[in-house]
């Protein structure tokens, strides 16, 4: 079974950056479609990022303008690189994933998450 895992979170002052990375257990597995939420406690999930298997980009109002979201097709990376990070982007950050082996379509799958935290 494909394994979607998240990585990069941590600690970061306002208004500075970090970068997570996502990908999969193992490389047959193929990230095709990839978005990025974020989960603060207390809130709901919500949508952070978009970037398909064709590289169109979509955005969160919230996030626009300082988030990123970019992909490694050779490598099955994705990544979401964070700017000007304010105390509000504290959350726990999951990627969600659409998956395919061998051009077959295994469905979305969720990683567990990755904490970010910034302090004001």
């Known amino acids: 079974q494909a394994q979607v895992v998240e990585s990069g979170g941590g600690t970061v002052q306002a208004g500075g950056s970090l970068r997570l990375s996502c990908t999969t257990s193992?490389?047959?597995?193929?990230?095709?479609?990839m978005d990025w939420y974020r989960q603060a406690p207390g809130n709901q999930r919500e949508w952070v990022a978009t970037?398909?298997?064709?590289?169109?980009?979509d955005y969160a109002d919230s996030v626009k303008g300082r988030f990123t979201i970019s992909r490694d097709s050779e490598k099955n990376m994705g990544y979401l690189q964070m700017s000007k990070l304010k105390p509000a982007d504290t959350a726990v950050y999951y990627c969600?994933?659409?998956?395919?082996?061998?051009?077959?379509?295994?469905?979305?799958?969720w990683g567990q998450g990755t904490q970010v935290t910034v302090s004001s």
């Open positions: 193992r490389s047959i597995y193929e990230i095709m479609d």
């Open positions: 970037i398909t298997s064709g590289g169109i980009t």
């Open positions: 969600k994933a659409k998956i395919q082996i061998a051009g077959a379509n295994l469905g979305t799958q």
